[in-house]
């Protein structure tokens, strides 16, 4: 059973960042795409970012390309996404999840497997 938990969420002033980690547990990843979604109060889920386990190959929404940068560590099966120059919109709740086919699609539905996720809020 695949077990997704992300950590490193937390209260952080405007223009402050965050590394959130993903710990991905239950089988091996290789295929798989691993992407970072957020969901604000009121609003719907939002692609951020995905990556594929094998080359690494990555993806990014426009609305944080620049700000946010997805990496992986293989050894460790950990999956990251640095947040820089961080605005009070970004205050949401983050989750990580996991797409067997590794296809680093931006709609929700083509990942299985999803974490419980990580309040990140951003004071102004």
């Known amino acids: 059973q695949v077990q997704l938990v992300e950590s490193g969420g937390g209260l952080v002033q405007a223009g402050g960042s965050l590394r959130l980690s993903c710990a991905a547990s239950?089988?091996?990843?290789?295929?798989?795409?691993m992407g970072w979604f957020r969901q604000a109060p009121g609003k719907e889920r939002e692609f951020l970012a995905a990556?594929?386990?094998?080359?690494?190959?990555?993806s990014y929404a426009d609305s944080v390309k620049g700000r946010f940068t997805i990496s992986r560590d293989s050894a460790a099966r950990t999956v990251f996404l640095r947040m820089n120059s961080l605005k009070p919109e970004d205050t949401a709740v983050y989750y990580c999840?996991?797409?067997?086919?590794?296809?680093?699609?931006?709609?929700?539905?083509?990942?299985?497997?999803w974490g419980q996720g990580t309040q990140v809020t951003v004071s102004s």
């Open positions: 999840a996991a797409d067997p086919k590794g296809r680093r699609e931006l709609r929700g539905s083509y990942y299985d497997y």
């Open positions: 239950g089988r091996t990843f290789i295929g798989y795409a």
């Open positions: 990556i594929t386990w094998s080359n690494g190959g990555t």
